[in-house]
Structures are given as C-alpha cells and as structure tokens.
C-alpha cells in the first residue's frame, strides 16, 4: 500500500513561483509512476505532469500543454518524494494539486486519473491576480 502527502500549496501571486512536494511511504516507490494533477472548482480532475523511470537513472516526464515549459516534474527516489516545481503562475493555475501513484510504472505515461492507483489528499494553491 502507498501514502501519498502532498504539502507546499499556498497563496501566490501571478507570474511567481511555488514548489509542490509528495511524500511517498512504501519500498517499491521507484518503480511506480508519480503523476499530478488538479482540479478547480467546478471542473473535472485533469492531468497536469508525470515522471516515470524508463532504466537506470533515466527518467521520462511529460506535460499538459497548459503547463509545458513552466513547470517541472521531479522525483528523488531516496527520499519517497516526487516534486512539481511551478513557476510563471497564473490565476487559471489555481486548483487544488493532487498527487498520484501509478502501479504500471510503464510507458506510455497515464493521462487519465482513473490509471492512477494511490491519491494523495491534495494541497490548495491559489494564484492571485
């Protein structure tokens, strides 16, 4: 069984930054696939980011198209913990955050919240204008 617990969500303002972080228990954290995603009100669950270990130290990370090119999905196998690093927020980032397991752990990379197996309790973040 893996636990998930996201922490790092706040309050920010537009075009700045916040770290995400989730902590994971369990020993076989390596081989899942660590994903995020996040809901605002009114709205359906979607994806934002996952990293998935393709061999080795090689990792593989892909993005929604709203996201790509301001955040950066991480994970740091030692620790239990995968991270979103977000910069040049923006109000329609404003959600709560949710981070997810996937057992599969095989490409290609899970989109869908229904593939993902463990869910954090998520963590608010709220972009100001």
């Not at 329609?92 to 752990?105: I, L, N, S």
Request: charged letters at 20%; proline letters at 2%.
């Amino acid at each position: 069984q893996v636990q998930l617990v996201e922490s790092g969500g706040g309050l920010v303002q537009a075009g700045g930054s916040l770290r995400l972080s989730c902590a994971a228990s369990g020993r076989t954290f390596s081989t899942y696939a660590m994903g995020w995603f996040r809901q605002a009100p009114g709205k359906e669950r979607e994806f934002v980011a996952a990293i998935i270990r393709t061999g080795g130290s090689t990792y593989y990370a892909d993005y929604a198209d709203s996201v790509k090119g301001r955040f950066t999905i991480s994970r740091d196998n030692a620790k239990n913990t995968v991270y979103l690093q977000m910069n040049s927020l923006k109000p329609e980032d404003t959600a709560v955050y949710y981070c997810a397991a996937d057992r599969r752990g095989t490409l290609p990379i899970g989109v869908l919240a229904s593939l993902y197996d463990h869910w954090g309790q998520g963590t608010q973040v709220t972009v100001s204008s």
